[in-house]
């Protein structure tokens, strides 16, 4: 079992910025791929970034990209969203997602999330 703990969210003007955090415990060395999702009212849930194991490799939604930066620091077994430039379209509620691999068993995590809420 893993518990995914996000903080960081907030309100902001147009153009500010944000930094989320979300903190894993329990089962963390068999967390592999770390991410952010993103709902707004309405819509449904949309991944924002994903980041490997190793933080080599990263990969981000079209509307996001140049503006947010997802990083993960393992030894706080914790993962980052640097969000720039946020637009009122960024309004959302953001969720931290893990995933475990044991041998051929995949589960995913989610955090409760954490509101992020652009004015214009």
């Known amino acids: 079992q893993v518990h995914l703990v996000e903080s960081g969210g907030g309100f902001v003007q147009a153009g500010g910025s944000l930094r989320l955090s979300c903190v894993a415990s329990?089962?963390?060395?068999?967390?592999?791929?770390m991410g952010w999702y993103r709902q707004a009212p309405g819509k449904k849930r949309e991944l924002v970034a994903i980041i490997t194991r190793s933080g080599s490799s990263t990969n981000y939604d079209d509307s996001v990209k140049g503006r947010f930066t997802i990083s993960r620091d393992n030894a706080k077994k914790s993962v980052y969203l640097q969000m720039n430039s946020l637009r009122p379209e960024d309004t959302a509620v953001y969720s931290c997602?893990?995933?475990?691999?044991?041998?051929?068993?995949?589960?995913?995590?989610w955090g409760q999330g954490t509101q992020v809420t652009v004015s214009s």
């Open positions: 997602w893990g995933a475990t691999v044991s041998g051929q068993t995949v589960d995913n995590y």
């Open positions: 329990g089962s963390t060395d068999s967390i592999y791929n």
